[in-house]
T-cell receptor, first 114, second 109 residues
């Protein structure tokens, strides 16, 4: 157990639907990252939050949004789902290691869009 | 893209042999990290090497960094079946960590 908790582990839904993925970071970590891993795109950085504020944005689609709440848990919302959104979505957190973003990953949420 | 690129894409070795994989990147970095991913699971941090370091060891792992060539290598010595996994280099150049496509290592018994 890495200390980063992601729910749900598996999710099957239909095109056009909306889903929310949830992440609780490791105790004491202030930063939360979201990554998407698919067979053809590899591991793509989506977005990072630090203590409730957005810090960096990657290849996140406009149909996707995220936020980090005061208790530091984060949610990734995926809407108007398409077949191509099927992927493993990872949340990771990092602590205050000086000058480095060392990530602790959760087990992932596997999204299947039918 | 600031992503690292690993080479080779796949590697198959006998138990007890060494495994070497390389990572090249394009821009200046703060540090470079290596992660391991067992099939379908979350990535696990293995080792970090800072831009002012040339070599680092951790157990059976040895990492080198050549900033002039913008490349890094990961050596796993005396491989075991449990080392079967995908290995990713990650370049840290600010607020985000960019991952390469990974090297899939298979250790045969």
């Amino acid at each position: 157990d890495s200390g980063v908790t992601q729910t749900p582990k598996h999710l099957i839904t239909a095109t056009g639907q909306r889903v929310t993925l949830r992440c609780s970071p490791r105790s004491g970590d202030l930063s939360v990252y979201w990554y998407q891993q698919s067979l053809d795109q590899g591991l793509q950085f989506l977005i990072q939050y630090y203590n409730g504020e957005e810090r960096a944005k990657g290849n996140i689609l406009e149909r996707f949004s995220a936020q980090q709440f005061p208790d530091l848990h984060s949610e990734l919302n995926l809407s108007s789902l398409e077949l191509g959104d099927s992927a493993l979505y990872f949340c990771a957190s990092s602590g205050p290691e000086a000058g480095a973003n060392v990530l602790t990953f959760g087990a992932g949420s596997r999204l299947t869009v039918l | 893209s600031q992503q690292g690129e690993e080479d080779p894409q796949a590697l198959s070795i006998q138990e007890g042999e060494n495994a070497t994989m390389n990572c090249s990147y394009k821009t200046s970095i703060n540090n470079l990290q290596w992660y391991r991913q067992n099939s379908g699971r979350g990535l696990v941090h293995l080792i970090l090497i800072r831009s002012n370091e040339r070599e680092k060891h951790s157990g059976r792992l040895r990492v080198t960094l050549d900033t002039s060539k913008k490349s890094s290598s990961l050596l796993i010595t005396a491989s075991r079946a449990a080392d079967t996994a995908s290995y990713f280099c990650a370049t840290d150049w600010g607020y985000k960590l960019s991952f390469g496509a990974g090297t899939t290592v298979t250790v045969r018994a």
